[in-house]
Every structure is written in structure tokens, then in C-alpha cells.
């Protein structure tokens, strides 16, 4: 199974989790709801090697780069046909486009050391749920929602530093 | 221009860039499809340094998915 399909894995396990406790909320803490979606996951895992055998670390940043590249030329391609062929081409090379493997560690340290409240924020947001939603079932308000957003985005432009000119 | 960063070419100027980073970290977060402001899908297209920056933080939220709190989750 490929990190792909796991990632979309972790968004169906916490949409599932998420509407099955929806009514549950008011006694069912989002914080352990979260939790519980991840073990079950890691429960449901038959053979769970964190790292692939024979595949470096580095390796996996470089294929979870090449990912991401795709992910992102294509939606910027899907963006570009919405408008004239003359406008769509991309000035850069992509090869000029590829991160260096220090920074996408370091970002992944600052995502994970994310305080929990922050961190859940931004899962929830990037697995497709809008801040009133969010708020909903955290039981905080949507400005305690953007909030936390915004906590958690600037602290990823901190590591960004330089790179995020 | 920083030397040891050989890979690390810039296209944009720092006043260009910062506002379309801001839109940037907010898209990756959002998981919006379809809603890059005109603008800043244009200043994409012709700044690495800013897409560098989107694929690194989806590089890195994939990888932060793989591990930390789910460390048992590749197979
Ligand atoms: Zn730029």
C-alpha cells in the first residue's frame, strides 16, 4: 500500500470517526475522538513497518517530494486550463521547483511537534472540513477555530525562514 | 543570492512572494481544489521559490501523517 493510500486512509478513518461521534459530542471529546481514530488505525494495520525495508529515509522524502510535485503542478495545470491556452505554461523549471530534504524534515518536525489543539485544526481543515464544522465539534468558537489556524501557519512560516521570503 | 544553496533558485522578489506565501500555507491548509486567486496562480506559474515552498509543506504534512502519532501506519 502506498503513503498515498494511507493518507487518504487517515481523512476517510477521521471523517468516519467524525460523523459516527457527531452525536456523541457534547460528552465525547474531539481531542479523544482523534486519538481514538488514530489507534484504531494503527490497530487495523496488519503489518506495520514504520519505514519500508530497504527504503532510507531519504528515500521516502524523495518519493513523498515527487508526490507532491504532482499534487501541486497538478492542481496548478487543473487551475491553468480554467483559463486561455497563452496563459498556461508554467515559466519555471520544475526541476528548480523541488525542495531541499532539510527543510521538508524540518517542517515535518514543526507539523508534528504542533501543539494538539493546533494540529487537530489543521488535519480537520485539510481533510476537507470548514471552520464552522470544526467548531462544532471542538465546542470552541469558529475565531477559536481561525485562531489556532493561524497559531499553527505562523509557526510553520517560522521554519520556512528564509525559503518563505 | 545564497551560494550554498545551489538548487535553491529565486524568481520573485521578496514583496512578491510574501503575499502569495501567506495564500499559500492558507491553500495547504484549507485543502481548497479550485480556488487559487488569479494572481497568485499567475505568480506561481513563474516563482519556484514559492511552489518549492507548497511542496515542501505537502511533502512534509504526507510524511507527518506517516509518522509521530502514527508511527505504525505504512504497509
Ligand atoms: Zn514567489
Redesign the pocket.
Known amino acids: 500500500m502506498s503513503l498515498n493510500s494511507d493518507d487518504s486512509r487517515i481523512q476517510k478513518l477521521i471523517h468516519y470517526h467524525y460523523k459516527k461521534n457527531k452525536h456523541l459530542s457534547p460528552v465525547f471529546d474531539a481531542e479523544d475522538l482523534y486519538q481514538e481514530t488514530w489507534i484504531r488505525l494503527n490497530e487495523s494495520s496488519e503489518t506495520p513497518p514504520a519505514v519500508p525495508a530497504g527504503l532510507s529515509e531519504e528515500d521516502l522524502v524523495g518519493q513523498a517530494v515527487g508526490r507532491a510535485a504532482e499534487k501541486v503542478f497538478g492542481k496548478l495545470r487543473k487551475r491553468s486550463q480554467r483559463k486561455t491556452a497563452g496563459e498556461v505554461q508554467l515559466e519555471c523549471d520544475p526541476a528548480d521547483c523541488l525542495p531541499d530534504t532539510d527543510l521538508i524534515l524540518d517542517l515535518r518536525k514543526q507539523i508534528n511537534d504542533l501543539p494538539s489543539d493546533e494540529r487537530l485544526v489543521i488535519e480537520m481543515m485539510r481533510s476537507g472540513y470548514e471552520g464552522a464544522e470544526i467548531a462544532s465539534c471542538l465546542h470552541v468558537s469558529r475565531q477559536s477555530v481561525s485562531r489556532r489556524k493561524h497559531k499553527a501557519l505562523r509557526r510553520l512560516r517560522e521554519v520556512l525562514g528564509d525559503e518563505a ?1 | 543570492m545564497n551560494q550554498q544553496k545551489v538548487t535553491s533558485k529565486i ?2 522578489s521578496r514583496e ?2 510574501a503575499p ?2 501567506e495564500q499559500v500555507l492558507s491553500f495547504w491548509s484549507s485543502d481548497l481544489t479550485n480556488d487559487l486567486p488569479e494572481e497568485v496562480h499567475e ?2 506559474l513563474g ?1 519556484c ?2 511552489i518549492r515552498v507548497w511542496i515542501a509543506l505537502e511533502a512534509a504534512s504526507e510524511l507527518a501523517s506517516c509518522d509521530g502519532s502514527s508511527s505504525n501506519l505504512a504497509g
Do not use: D
Open positions: 521570503r | 524568481c520573485g512578491e512572494c502569495v506565501l505568480h506561481l516563482c521559490s514559492c
